[in-house]
């Protein structure tokens, strides 16, 4: 996360970490980090003990194409020929498997290898730490809590005195997401591009069903002349199966997908972005794809508000959409006011999560277009809302994404299709404690009366 943020500093500290951690764990009591020690930027490598002739890199990147760069680089300056061993740890989780035949290109005879043993993260050390002698596991421990806490173990003010007040437990705005345990790709037939080199293909693709006058649902991606999605490829009667070959359809597991590279990440978060969006659509959210925003409709068209039971510490009622009279023309709709929400996905520590952040949207007409006013109906409305009036609402979307789930199961359309599915709200434990009293006091917004424009 740090390295995302263009925080390097981070992979520096890491490097003395992990030496400590090589040299009590793998016995390896020469190690030193070379960039420190050697008054300069080794190519390829950051650790070595030149008596056990082991080299290894400390890198974030768990990409095949790192591991081969590496490699490259150290045959390249000849740093095979010192260090029998080449090791490459992954500060981050490595990937569930890698190319063995590209790699073995790259080494020929020059350097021996072991995917399996030589690319290594904390799983690996976990492995070894299960099977050491008490005295290193406790070193080990001693020198991580070292790192963690910037002082020596003993000389932390926690280890004289415990601290006044419990530590505080933080909330993100990220929810756990799961979704099926098959990623199914097939070829496109060649007449739904009709040949050509088609920049945006998915488009082609929604435009050739429309041309054939049938319909598909939105949870599939187009890429490189494949269609992706969770649906199985291989059944005839799939709601895909008049745009595939059937015959080069195949499963994958979704990790050895997106964790190929950034572009098939992306990918892959899009197509999770469709499937969230074809889920929602049932249950009258739709995609704006200008603002980026799903938003909340009517249970109804004709509806003039919409309201949704929810409970948090206790039961409540949310309005998630109302439309606006004139007041003195009381058959005059001014604008219609929907919650919205903004959404990303990641993986932290190999675990998917939903960023959920809540948003208003005001719109008009029968088709939900932005309204004029709406980026001032906002700015007024913002203004208004505190922390805990916005956390109170992530909390509602994250209820009712849950309700969804399980509405879902029941739900005889639903079930024959794949559907991504909710967890719990991503806390973090351990922050310091805050003076709630210096926070300022919640306003409650007048329902009545939008900020900043007169309705009169």
Not at 101 to 126: G, H, M, N, W, Y
Not at 395 to 424: M, N, V
Request: aromatic share 12%.
């Amino acid at each position: 996360m740090s390295a995302a943020m263009g925080h390097y500093d981070i992979n520096r500290i890491c490097e003395d970490v992990f030496c400590s951690v090589f040299k009590a764990l793998y016995g390896f009591e020469n190690l030193r980090n070379i960039n420190e020690s050697d008054k300069k930027n080794y190519p390829g490598i950051d650790l070595a003990d030149d008596e056990a002739s082991v080299a290894i890199q400390v890198t974030s990147d768990k990409t095949l194409k790192k591991v081969k760069d590496s490699l490259k680089t150290i045959t390249k300056h000849g740093l095979h020929k010192k260090y029998r061993r080449i090791i490459l740890y992954i500060l981050t989780r490595k990937q569930r498997s890698y190319s063995d035949t590209s790699i073995r290109k790259i080494c020929e005879k020059k350097l021996t290898f072991d995917v399996s043993s030589d690319i290594l993260d904390f799983t690996d050390l976990a492995t070894k730490a299960a099977s050491a002698e008490p005295q290193t596991l406790k070193q080990v421990v001693d020198l991580l809590r070292t790192y963690v806490r910037g002082c020596d173990i003993g000389l932390a003010d926690e280890d004289f005195d415990p601290p006044k007040e419990p530590p505080e437990t933080l909330s993100a705005n990220l929810l756990s997401l799961y979704f099926p345990n098959t990623l199914w790709i097939a070829e496109l037939l060649p007449e739904v591009l009709d040949g050509k080199k088609v920049r945006y293909q998915r488009k082609a693709v929604g435009k050739y069903v429309r041309s054939v006058e049938k319909s598909v649902p939105s949870d599939y991606e187009v890429s490189a002349n494949k269609l992706i999605t969770f649906h199985c490829l291989q059944d005839g009667e799939n709601p895909f199966s008049f745009l595939v070959d059937e015959g080069t359809a195949e499963p994958f597991d979704p990790a050895d997908y997106y964790s190929i590279d950034e572009n098939h990440e992306r990918i892959f978060k899009s197509l999770l972005r469709f499937c969230l969006q074809h889920k929602l659509y049932q249950h009258r959210v739709i995609w704006k794809p200008r603002e980026r925003l799903f938003i909340f409709l009517p249970d109804e068209d004709e509806d003039n508000v919409r309201r949704i039971d929810w409970t948090g510490k206790k039961k409540a009622t949310r309005t998630v959409f109302e439309r606006k009279f004139n007041r003195k023309q009381s058959d005059k709709v001014l604008s219609m006011r929907h919650l919205g929400f903004a959404v990303s996905f990641l993986t932290i520590e190999g675990e998917w999560q939903v960023s959920i952040t809540p948003e208003w949207f005001f719109s008009y007409g029968d088709d939900y277009r932005p309204s004029f006013y709406g980026d001032k109906l906002i700015s007024g409305r913002k203004r208004m809302e505190k922390n805990r009036s916005v956390f109170d609402q992530f909390r509602f979307i994250c209820a009712w994404l849950k309700e969804i789930d399980s509405a879902d199961l029941f739900d005889e359309g639903a079930a024959s299709s794949p559907q991504l599915t909710f967890g719990r709200i991503l806390d973090l434990h351990g922050g310091r404690r805050l003076n709630e009293t210096l926070w300022q006091p919640l306003v409650v917004p007048d329902e009545d009366k939008e900020m900043g424009l007169d309705l009169a």
